[in-house]
């Protein structure tokens, strides 16, 4: 399959992110540690900007346009690759054409030294593979010396869930008499009914839901757009907060956001997760509770009332079924448990 190129995006586009990044990695002391200065390298050689920077500006253009990544995907993808020209720098590797095979695996050897995780250090490995294959397409590198490293996957731990008495008591936390708390009850009850990742819930636009047929279009990861069925008590919270508290939170301003925010401008990730977490320490849950929790509560407790493994694939949008099969896992994960308490166990 061919890499397209990322010169087709707008130049004016792709400028603000180019200096965000080129700040981060030449700024950021996390991102960048200090160089090895050596007999005839320069700090400024080092530091300055080059083919890296210019290969990494290229690459995440190509994701963020051509490929469609969300922003989130984006920032992880820029998170893992910042570091990785890091320690090329530090390694004093200018250029993506001077990486042999070695150099990657020398460098998956510096991560799990570090004590980074398995799955962590795979999707380390994902993100500066297709950075080289890019590379690579486009003639900034003569080889991929990533084609052949392979990642060791380690056993992949169950998905965290609630239960549905903790759904529950989280879900009635929010007061619907207030504008904001209407919000928020009508956001919970949307992310478990449906089982949106958090991304797609705060990018809802107002004209997705068609509350009167009970459906959603959601626009999911490469931009990849899917119908979800929307649950009679999301329903009937979307529609509390469209009566009146939406319009309360916005006053004189518009904006074609679903969940909008006093100042009128869209939730943010940040913003949800923050409430959610003090919604959950309100209902006395114990441990962290995150927005993918609910995912995982969604697709699980359906799985546990015999819903079809396909159509619980559609609803979270999973290319791949392998994915959705880790929920088959944590039922029966549950089974065992139940059954360990058997007096012939």
């Known amino acids: 399959m061919t890499v397209g190129r990322a010169q087709s995006a707008p130049a004016d586009g792709n ?9 981060q990695v030449l700024e ?5 540690p200090e160089p090895r200065v050596e007999p005839g390298v320069g700090v400024e050689k080092l530091g300055s900007p080059g083919p890296l920077l210019d290969a990494l500006d ?8 051509e490929r469609g990544l969300l922003p989130a995907t984006l920032e992880s993808y820029a998170r893992d690759l910042q570091e990785y020209l890091g320690w090329l720098r530090r390694e004093r590797i200018l250029s993506l054409a001077q990486v042999t095979e ?6 998956l050897a510096a991560l799990h030294t570090r004590g980074l995780g ?5 999707r380390h490995l994902a993100a500066l593979r297709g950075l080289h294959k ?7 590198a003569p080889l991929d010396p990533a084609e052949r490293v392979g990642a060791t996957r380690g056993e992949r731990p169950l998905p965290s869930f609630l239960g549905v008495g903790e759904v529950d008591r989280l879900l009635s936390q929010p007061d619907a008499k207030s504008s904001s708390g209407a919000r928020d009850k009508a956001m919970l009850e949307l992310l478990y009914a449906s089982g949106l990742r958090v991304s797609e819930l705060v990018a809802l636009p107002l004209l997705a839901v068609d509350l009167r047929a009970g459906l959603m279009r959601v626009r999911g990861k490469g931009s990849k757009e899917r119908i979800v069925p929307v649950g009679a008590r999301a329903q009937a919270a979307l529609q509390t907060y469209l009566l009146q508290p939406r319009g309360a939170l916005l006053g004189t301003q518009q904006s074609r956001d679903l969940f909008v925010t006093p100042r009128g401008r869209r939730m ?3 913003g949800f997760w923050k409430l959610l977490a003090r919604y959950a320490r309100c209902a006395g849950i114990a441990g962290r509770v995150y927005p993918h929790t609910l995912r995982h509560s969604f697709a699980t407790h359906l799985l546990e009332r015999g819903a079809d493994l396909r159509a619980v694939q559609a609803m979270l949008g999973h290319a791949d079924i392998a994915t959705t099969q880790i929920y088959t896992h944590v039922d029966r994960e549950r ?11």
């Not at 950021?28 to 960048?32: M, Q």
């Not at 070695?102 to 460098?107: D, M, P, R, S, Y």
């Open 102 to 107: 070695q150099t990657i695996l020398q460098h």
């Open 335 to 345: 089974l065992k448990a139940v059954i360990s308490k058997h007096p012939r166990a």
């Open 134 to 140: 890019f590379a690579n397409a486009e003639g900034l």
């Open 15 to 23: 400028e603000s992110l180019r200096q965000a990044l080129r700040a």
């Open 28 to 32: 950021s002391p996390d991102l960048l």
């Open 268 to 270: 943010t990730r940040q």
């Open 118 to 122: 398995q799955s962590s250090q795979a």
């Open 58 to 65: 290229r690459y995440l253009a190509h994701l963020r346009v």
